[in-house]
């Protein structure tokens, strides 16, 4: 009797402790779901190289602890990358041009260069990259100044030459350092194309402020083969980011070298605008690249882009680039109004000028999405 009653009350126990643990588990699942309802979905989409990457690396380097210094050593190989594959674009773009051109003289090699262009050529072309040492540096350098190369350079628009191009050539002794680790700097003009989906969650105005909303954006690759990758982060969605490379209407697409960077952003733009699942999400333009930007237009005529073919110069300089921007920003509000049905108006739409390499634009472009969108949570709950 004794026995039975012991076994008894060890089973209760086991039960009461049990039932504890259940209870604290939902719990913390409980808790967990009321903090995920207080958190702000965003959604970072654009085309291959607009720029949506950079951008999400500044919200670290704004928002939360930035890069220690494992990470910043992690984007090394990626930047010795960066800069391999750059000289070797340049020399093959001008073998390639010397051979085209009219004028094929200019873009002949200098002798003394040829040498070290192949050989650089080569090394740009493996899969695995060595380490850059001061030697290859030095090779680098010298043939970056053949003038062949720098006349090439200009015509980067036609060879997907990547923005961050002359930062890197201008710093190759540096990073040729033998004890070299990457800077902010560094890490941003790093260019890796982003596959699959990375997210980070943080405030504009910080966790620890009450009158900040907490964010999770989500940034996924902006290649063609890629945005299947998209479509299961479409629901609940808060904001949409869209990313328009401002400086990239006279570039064709990595992936397709007849198809104009800004027209496939228009297009994926308009393509976004028309998801079913979106009729309520606010809208986010950041017309990024405007550094870029602004000194290409004042050379290079927007009109050479099928879209704004019907663009008139009006003056020149600054006041030219103003005219630009003010032209391109009508635009794509003309296309958002035609793809927004009568019923969906009052979705939030705003445009941004951005440059995502620069911290403070970036910092007060978030802060003013934050304030936008705050303004909306409060409307909906009829506080406004």
Known sequence: MGLSCSKKQQHDSADAEENEQTA????RIEQETKAEKHIQKLLLLGAGESGKSTIFKQIKL?????FDERELKNYTPVIYANVFQ???????????LAQSEADSSSYIISASNKEIGEKLSEIGGR????????ELASEIEILWR?????????????????DCANYFMENLHRLADENYIPTKDDVLHARVRTTGVVEIQFSPVGENKKSGEVYRLFDVGGQRNERRKWIHLFEGVTAVIFCAALSEYDQTL???????????????????LKQPCFEKTSFMLFLNKFDIFEKKVKEVP??????????QRASTGKEETEHAYEFVKKKFEELYYQCTPPDHVDRVFKIYRTTALDPKVVKKTFKLVDETLRRRNLFEAGLL
């Open 24 to 27: 604290e588990i939902e719990r």
């Open 62 to 66: 704004l928002f939360q602890t930035g």
């Open 86 to 96: 750059t000289i070797k674009i340049l020399h093959d773009g001008a073998k390639e």
């Open 127 to 134: 899969l695995d990259f060595p380490q850059l040492t001061s």
């Open 146 to 162: 053949d003038p062949a190369i720098q006349i090439t350079y200009l015509r980067g628009n036609e060879l997907q030459v990547p």
């Open 254 to 272: 990595f992936e397709d070298g007849n198809k104009n960077r800004m027209s496939e952003a228009m297009e994926l733009f308009e393509w976004v």
């Open 302 to 311: 927007l009109n050479v882009c099928d879209w704004f073919k019907d663009y």
